[in-house]
């Protein structure tokens, strides 16, 4: 069965170093997420992607962030400085359609730890 | 105000017993989806079962059904015969305005299931 996968599953980094994240959505999905959830707290929304442009963003997803399609396959979060408060789980996502019935399946995360 | 609320933090359910997980929605869009999730310990999001504003009949998938009731804004999960393996953490979930796009799923803090032996 295809599914989301996400690269690394677990990323160190110490504070104001940039990172990226991968994610192979599946493959004849056309919509692509980023959520992240804090240790403890609740999953939230960061952003959609559609069409090599993001189609709505959340409070979270300011300037630090950003993402891409650099290719046909990958698409990435990068944090440009990252905080301490980035510390969370990240999780791509991906569905076949923007809307409708269509269900996002999830990547099983990357474990971010800015230290 | 809370888009989704789950009252129970957390769950025991004896082995092949049913148990029901509350969910409560608030949305003032027509056209909206919701949604179960299943986060084991491993960490990752495991799609259990959706149910849209506009059907008419309960969603069931295997030992998942949601029972919704729309005019109490409710979307609880029902798994029965539960076994050792249900014991995750459980997010309901929702999408508004699929009609138009919308494309964030917003989702409820959790209920952490137990399943005692």
């Known amino acids: 069965e295809p599914e989301v996968t996400q690269t690394p599953s677990h990323q160190v980094t110490q504070m104001g170093q940039e990172v990226i994240l991968r994610c192979v959505p599946i493959s004849n999905h056309l919509y692509f997420y980023w959520y992240r959830q804090i240790l403890g707290q609740k999953v939230e929304f960061l952003v959609s992607f559609y069409n090599n442009e993001i189609s709505e963003k959340s409070e979270i997803f300011d300037d630090q962030f950003s993402v891409e399609r650099p290719d046909g396959s990958n698409f990435t979060l990068k944090i440009r400085s990252t905080k301490l408060e980035d510390s969370a789980m990240y999780f791509c996502a991906s569905s076949e359609h923007g809307q409708g019935t269509d269900t996002q399946y999830f990547g099983p995360g990357t474990r971010l730890t800015v230290l | 105000a809370q888009k989704i609320t789950q009252t129970q933090p957390g769950m025991f359910v004896q082995e092949k017993e049913a148990v029901t997980l509350d969910c409560t929605y608030d949305?003032?869009?027509?056209?909206?989806?919701l949604f179960w999730y299943k986060q084991p310990s491993s960490g990752e999001m495991i799609f259990l079962i959706y149910?849209?504003?506009?059907?008419?009949q309960n969603a069931t998938e295997g030992r998942y059904s949601l029972n919704f009731q729309k005019a109490r804004k409710s979307a609880n999960l029902v798994i029965s015969a539960s076994q050792l393996g249900d014991s995750a953490m459980y997010f309901c979930?929702?999408?508004?305005?699929?009609?138009?796009?919308?494309?964030?799923?917003?989702f409820g803090a959790g209920t952490r299931l137990f399943v005692k032996a």
């Open positions: 149910q849209g504003s506009y059907d008419q």
């Open positions: 979930a929702m999408r508004e305005g699929l009609s138009t796009g919308g494309f964030k799923t917003i």
């Open positions: 949305t003032s869009d027509p056209s909206y989806g």
